[in-house]
């Protein structure tokens, strides 16, 4: 993690009401103290997101997300906690060093070089293409293309020059040096060395992260002698990740929110060209097939995600593979939107335009009707064989509906097609989903097998919640944390009584260790606020945050903390006890009487304590 000084990220979080930033995202709706609404992160129908405007937290009792600003930034966005407490600064107008956005200072100016040669090399090919007669031949081109000026400046449109190296001239002049050009992505090196722009004659159409920078290049080919591929994409760099970055994201962002539903297309042009016409949540993969990365990415912010591929083959193709890849996604709405004639989006805002194209997204079918008629595509239905094999394969799909009423209505509709008896669809639905009950038994069990906890567990996989066995030592743990959060004397009680506290749940243990290392290695002040961010681990992180949600200012009692540590270790004693219960069970069913009455004794034992 970078390091930002503590007494910065204290006074951007005291000088950034959560509130304000919250209510850029969602509408909030004041409820006494606190504010609320539909929780921004899953589906939630009834309004269970909280934010507290006094302890500048947010918590929603459905989905258990909870945080400060920063989390809620890191969340919304997808972003670094450096980038969000960043944005968070620039909320509330903190002067920030743009040194902490990075794990180092030497990476974070090797971003900020390949971030400014990118951002200078847009602006150099948009004064090319606007600004200049030699780029007069590329503009009527994108005029022909009924591109307006608006969209050509809303996305920087530019081109490359014929002179292959008139860019590299120009950056060495701002300063940057041959290593720097190489790493950008935008210049190769030919065999004698010299340097030349892998665009030249294209037009160029910058590629934004979601923060708005420009991160790589798109270009096109104008011209018809040309044999080049149409398009080429800048390489992978440092800052350029073609399989995770969406087209648009940067200004889909708010809109997509806003109406909870993201246009997913397959190319660029498709997102400009929907832009035009008024759709501006769209967004587009680079050159790449839709990853889960994506699917990730969009989740978070859309409850409907629409596919909205080319109607040709290899369109029909790439939603099929979308819509298997977002099964594992549970909380979105996965839709597909059908465009006649095998056009693709651009073709079909321009025949026949937007109220048309609204038209299509309305009637968006699900992944059951769109795979449905892309099985049909696949069989002969003139032939008894293919048929019978067409119906198997609905067979699997309608087995895979969890819906009682729509896996109804499905079979009666196959039944209807086919002139088959639905008890038959029935009785082959059912045992296909007892097929499938049992391969996700299976992978349960895999799930379960012993981790080996030498092997970090990625950053990305990083749990979010406990099982709390027991409910009395878990509300004494979180008396206590009340206490050592706020009060000094709490932890003196600790170093005279208990310097090594054994807490009865692994993360409040866990919990414990991070508080100790934030009040002594850290020397940070009391009361232990707004340390969220310091955390990494997510069960870790949602305890703090709960207790500090439930958090009452009461006075430090060191007979409060006395009893809390007595409540846990009567848990123990009675977990213990239970654990020999269970062995004296087993050793008496096996006639092991040795063993058995060393049980009983062990439990009498405990018993005498629980009763002291």
Known sequence: MSYIPEEVIREVREKTDIVDVISQYVQLTKRGQNYSCSCPFH?????????????????????????????????????????????AAEFSNVSFDTKWTSQNSTANQTHQDLFAIHE?????????????????????????????????????????????????????????NDEQLINSGIFYARDNGELVDRFHQRLIFPLRNPQGKVVGFSGRVYQDDVSDAKYLNSPDTEIFQK???????????????????????????????????????????????????????????????????????????????????????????????????????????????????????????????????????????????????????????IATIDSPIEQELRIQDLSQEFGLSPTLIKEQVARQRSGNQQRISELNDVAVMPIDVSVPI?????????????????????????????????????????PTPIFYHEVAQNLFFELERDYYDKNLPLPLLDIAHLIEDGAIQQLYLTIMWDAQLFEYHEQVMHDCFHVIQIEFLKQEMQEWKERFVQYSREQRTVDAKEAMDHILRLARLLKK
């Open 43 to 87: 589906e939630d129908r009834n309004p269970s997101f909280s934010i507290h405007s006094g302890k500048q937290i947010f918590k929603c009792f459905s989905c258990g997300r909870g945080g400060n600003v920063f989390s809620f930034l890191q969340e919304m966005e997808g972003i670094s906690f450096p980038e969000a407490v960043q944005k």
């Open 120 to 176: 200078k090399a847009t602006d150099f090919y948009h004064y090319y293409l606007m600004e200049t007669t030699n780029g007069e031949a590329g503009l009527q081109y994108l005029q022909q293309r009924q591109l307006d000026s608006q969209i050509l400046e809303r996305y920087q449109v530019g081109l490359s020059p014929e002179n292959s190296q008139a860019l590299y001239q120009y950056l060495r002049n701002e300063g940057f």
């Open 458 to 498: 990625p950053h990305e996989q990083k749990s979010v919640g406990f099982e709390v066995q027991s409910k009395r030592a878990y509300e004494a743990e979180k008396l206590i944390f009340q206490l050592l959060i706020f009060h000094q004397e709490a932890w003196e009680y600790l170093a005279q009584h208990n």
């Open 243 to 397: 399989n995770q970055l969406l087209f648009n994201m940067d200004l889909a962002r708010l809109p997509i929110r806003q109406l909870k539903q993201v246009l997913v297309c397959e190319g660029f042009m498709d997102v400009i060209r929907l832009n035009q016409y008024g759709f501006h949540h769209a967004v587009a993969t680079m050159g790449t097939s839709l990853t889960d990365k994506h699917l990730s990415q969009l989740s978070k912010m859309a409850q409907e995600i629409v596919f909205v591929f080319d109607g040709d083959e290899a369109g029909q193709k790439a939603t099929n593979r979308a819509f298997e890849m977002s099964a594992a996604f549970h909380q979105q709405t996965f839709k597909s939107v059908v465009i006649p004639n095998r056009k693709d989006p651009d073709e079909f805002l321009q025949t026949n335009g937007e109220a048309a194209f609204r038209q299509l997204i309305h009637k968006a079918i699900n992944r059951f009707e769109f795979q449905k008629q892309f099985l049909k595509m696949q069989y002969q239905l003139n032939d008894d064989h293919q048929v019978a094999q067409y119906i198997e394969q609905i067979v699997k799909l």
